[in-house]
């Protein structure tokens, strides 16, 4: 169990945007993260990949939440968008619906985790 570190409140993030592939498990996620205080969490529809960048680069998230899927290439995503100064401390997590793991970038692999782990994850405690 992951461990909620209060002491790092200026580290939370404050701009969560989840993005929506029109699955329930989508919607579930981003109810699961709005729930929680002092996280602003906004939602987009997944349309293609270059759309995608197009709305993080001009939101500005600390935080990127969305469901694994094919076609697109996290890694080389990832390595994308912090390359970007006003990125460079941009988080992404991936869900995946098949096996219950959640992938953290920076290629941290955590399986089968609890609600409130996830959170944690989210808030970078």
């Given at each position: 169990?992951?461990?909620?570190?209060?002491?790092k409140?200026n580290?939370?993030?404050?701009?969560?945007?989840?993005?929506?592939?029109?699955s329930?498990?989508?919607?579930g996620?981003?109810?699961?993260i709005s729930?929680?205080?002092?996280?602003?969490v906004?939602?987009?529809?997944f349309k293609n990949e270059?759309?995608?960048?197009?709305?993080i680069?001009?939101?500005?998230?600390?935080v990127v939440?969305?469901?694994q899927?094919?076609?697109?290439?996290f890694?080389?995503l990832?390595?994308?968008?912090?390359?970007f100064?006003?990125?460079?401390?941009l988080?992404m997590?991936?869900?995946?619906s098949n096996?219950?793991?959640v992938d953290?970038f920076?290629q941290?692999?955590?399986?089968?985790?609890?609600?409130?782990?996830f959170?944690?994850?989210v808030q970078?405690?």
């Open positions: 169990m992951m461990q909620n570190n209060l002491d409140n580290d939370l993030p404050q701009r969560i945007l989840v993005v929506n592939r029109g329930l498990l989508d919607e996620v981003a109810r699961l729930s929680k205080p002092n996280l602003d906004s939602t987009i529809d270059e759309a995608l960048v197009n709305e680069v001009t939101r500005h998230p600390e939440v969305m469901g899927s094919g076609g697109v290439g890694e080389k990832y390595k994308m968008l912090t390359s100064s006003t990125l460079e401390k988080r997590i991936i869900f995946h096996d219950n793991a953290v920076s941290e692999h955590l399986n089968s985790i609890p609600s409130d782990d959170i944690q994850i970078g405690a």
